[in-house]
């Protein structure tokens, strides 16, 4: 391996471990620091730094089992939704909170205020972890005005339990399909990941999502 290759290895393990330490998602930070030590340990075995090396392997097995440990222990979690008012102080308190990215995600968005409006809090492990407010569009579709999750719980989790889980929390209510759209890449990929699916009307685009009734998991 040449100098250069190195010097680009090392860069690249480095700038990885420093995305690890700034990344708000605790799955992220796992497996970018992970990359990032097993970049080094190459990269220190490649220039003999042999007590550099030791201490890159220790902590590429740590970080390897703290990653092995995400995907084989599955703790049990529990939630639940909170209906909440769209003139609840709280829900006021935690927009407000958040205001500077929900602007990137929804950079129009207002709270409805009609009677058809559906808001609710998720709880998870009874933390408030994130938002959904939505309104009749018409009969039968739901505009998705903001669904949001705080960064520490952006694992999926929550969106699958609002939109698969639940699903017959709408259907019950005679809501088939949401509709919402979106103005930024990561909340389109976001959506296309939850089964929104890109539909043009007037020169505009939606993202539509067709509601089916849950099955429940075997035992």
């Not at 030590?37 to 550099?52: A, D, E, I, K, S």
């Not at 990215?101 to 709270?111: A, F, G, V």
């Not at 569009?137 to 889980?165: G, N, S």
């Not at 919402?180 to 539909?199: C, D, E, I, P």
Request: net charge positive; with cysteine; charged share 20%.
């Amino acid at each position: 391996m040449t100098m250069p290759q190195l010097n680009l290895m090392g860069w690249t393990a480095a700038i990885l471990i420093i995305f690890s330490l700034l990344t708000q998602s605790l799955f992220s930070r796992r497996w970018l620091a992970m990359l990032g030590t097993l970049l080094f340990v190459v990269y220190t075995w490649q220039l003999r730094l042999y007590p550099l090396l030791a201490v890159c392997i220790l902590l590429a097995l740590v970080s390897a089992w703290y990653v092995m440990r995400v995907h084989t222990t599955q703790p049990q979690e529990f939630f639940q939704h909170f209906d909440v008012a769209t003139d609840s102080t709280y829900l006021k308190l935690f927009l407000d909170f958040h205001q500077k990215e929900l602007k990137e995600i929804y950079p129009d968005y207002s709270l409805p205020r009609d009677e058809s409006v559906i808001a609710f809090f998720v709880l998870r492990n009874l933390v408030p972890a994130g938002i959904f407010v939505a309104s009749e569009m018409e009969p039968h579709v739901l505009y998705v005005h903001v669904d949001f999750v705080i960064p520490r719980y952006r694992d999926y989790k929550i969106a699958r339990y609002m939109y698969e889980q639940q699903a017959d929390f709408f259907l019950k209510r005679g809501y088939t399909t949401l509709w919402t759209v979106s103005r930024q890449l990561k909340h389109t990929r976001y959506l296309n990941k939850m089964g929104f699916r890109a539909r043009s009307i007037e020169g505009r685009v939606y993202y539509v999502k067709d509601l089916r009734p849950h099955e429940a998991a075997s035992p």
